[in-house]
């Protein structure tokens, strides 16, 4: 079965701190997909990057930075230079073929992160 | 171009009255996502449809939750009778097609039940 684990539940720091969520994952499948989604407390998903199974190369977008290691399933994301913007739930989530060849995503129980002045 | 719209934003009823949420997908997307976030957890998928068909439903409660996407665009997701544990987010995607395509997400829309 999927899984996907988020193990820090909360993370809290000062604002211009780099900080880093950490996601684990488990499948059976070879292709599959990873995605990490923001929740800003209006509780829209806002979608932030997708990374395919076979792709590995490390990923910069600004101040956000993905690395994806398939040897230990895990995908973390860094956040550098924190700001108080970036307060929000981050979820990271597995494509699975679900029933049906269905693209079902399963979600870790997300990481709240807290950026304070 | 729009995203996904959702209403209403919040509904509160009392248990076993009846509640139904409506979505209106990206346009020109084919797949359509239903999911249930409560309190504290990751989303978890309720029905996926592909144009006016359902893909998966499997995790879907069937003796009290409905949902039809008869023109294969705008959605919805009926719940009756509601009970105490259907309080969450419901929030509805799509995407492209139905291969491992990015969703997108709609604002959601938050159900109490007293």
């Known amino acids: 079965a999927q899984k996907v684990t988020q193990a820090q539940t909360e993370i809290s720091v000062v604002e211009k701190e780099d900080v880093t969520l950490d996601c684990v994952y488990e499948t059976r499948d070879t292709t599959y997909y990873l995605f990490w989604y923001k929740q800003p407390p209006s509780g829209e998903l806002v979608f932030l990057i997708r990374r395919n199974s076979f792709d590995e190369q490390n990923e910069i977008s600004g101040r956000y930075s993905w690395n994806f290691q398939k040897s230990t399933s895990s995908f973390n994301f860094t956040i550098t230079a924190s700001q108080v913007v970036d307060s929000a739930v981050y979820f990271c989530?597995?494509?699975?073929?679900?029933?049906?060849?269905?693209?079902?995503?399963?979600f870790g129980t997300g990481t709240q992160l807290k950026v304070e002045l | 171009e729009a995203g996904v719209a959702q209403s209403p934003r919040y509904k509160i009823i009392e248990k076993r009255q009846s509640v139904a949420f409506w979505c209106n997908p990206i346009s020109g997307h084919a797949t359509l996502y239903w999911y249930q976030q409560i309190l504290g957890q990751g989303p978890k998928l309720l029905i996926q449809f592909q144009n006016n068909g359902v893909v998966d439903d499997s995790q879907l409660p069937k003796d009290r939750f409905s949902a039809e996407r008869l023109k294969g665009v705008d959605s919805t997701l009926k719940i009756q009778p509601a009970k105490l544990e259907d309080s969450a987010v419901y929030l509805c995607?799509?995407?492209?097609?139905?291969?491992?395509?990015?969703?997108?997400f709609g604002p959601g829309t938050r159900l109490l039940v007293l």
């Open positions: 989530a597995l494509s699975d073929r679900g029933l049906g060849g269905g693209n079902k995503l399963t």
């Open positions: 995607a799509s995407s492209l097609d139905r291969g491992q395509e990015t969703q997108y």
